[in-house]
């Protein structure tokens, strides 16, 4: 147990420190903006499709589940203010972090690592360039672009998928629908869910950095690094949404 402890501190340790050299290389060099384009292409609009989905199908779950509970008590008509509330500030962040982070956790750790085992990581060292500038940096800004914006894209997609299971399932009025949703909804809702966000792309990123770049063993050794970053990016998201969740609502967000 004590050694779990141990390593789990070292690895924390090596994260931060990974984080500290990141954000000194985004502060003080030149950005490669043709390279962040790029990622945000890899990470972002490659990973539209898998947000929105995830985001519409788990909006019409909530529909059909809360209009049948409310029902029950006769408040079917607050399933708008409900479902909407839920997606703005906690299933929409945290679900598009899950989905778009396994994806893009996993393809940074293996890209990174598949580098870290053929010495090419070494090779960008020996011609005097900085790998955490070349490799993690355009990824961390790209990933902290990217996932505010898919989860937006996400909120109105589900919202949107919400009322018209509503209305074909449970015959609840579009237009009251919307209604309710624009009442319920506040800038805040919306602010705070989206903060969130900002936290899960840059856990997400550096966290697949740090696997890639510490990667060793060869081929199999990338498979042992996807898979750990699969893991622990999740764990991390889910953690963190607790905590941000708390900080956020102190801050009456």
């Known amino acids: ?64 589940q809360f209009a049948v509970q409310l029902s029950r008590f ?10 909407s509330l839920s997606l703005v500030r906690e299933l929409g962040p945290v679900l598009t972090a899950l989905m778009v982070g396994g994806r893009v956790g996993a393809g940074i750790a293996a890209e ?31 990933a902290l672009i990217a996932l505010p914006l898919l989860t937006s894209l996400s909120n109105v997609l589900g919202v949107l998928g919400a009322m018209l299971v509503a209305f074909l399932v449970n015959d609840v009025n579009m237009p009251y629908f919307l209604n309710a949703v624009l009442q319920s909804v506040q800038i805040e809702d919306v602010m705070g869910g989206l903060t969130k966000t900002v936290f899960f792309g840059f856990f997400i990123s550096i966290i697949a950095c740090y696997q890639g770049l510490n990667t060793t063993g060869g081929t199999e050794g990338v498979g042992k690094s996807t898979t750990q970053t699969v893991v622990i990016t999740s764990v991390v998201t889910l953690i963190s949404d607790f905590i941000l969740t708390s900080i956020l609502l102190q801050l009456g967000l």
């Open 74 to 83: 006769g408040a079917k008509e607050y399933v708008g203010s409900v479902v």
């Open 1 to 64: 147990m004590f050694q779990a402890i141990d390593r789990g501190m070292e690895y924390a340790k090596g994260v931060v420190r990974l984080s500290m050299r990141t954000l000194h290389a985004a502060v003080e060099e030149r950005l490669e903006l043709g390279e962040v384009v790029r990622q945000i292409d890899v990470i972002g609009i490659s990973s539209i499709a898998i947000a929105v989905l995830t985001a519409i199908f788990s909006s019409m779950v909530m529909t059909v």
């Open 112 to 142: 990174i690592g598949s580098m870290a085992v053929t010495e090419q990581v070494d090779a960008i060292r020996a011609m005097g360039a900085d790998p955490v500038r070349k490799l993690v940096v355009p990824r961390v800004i790209a």
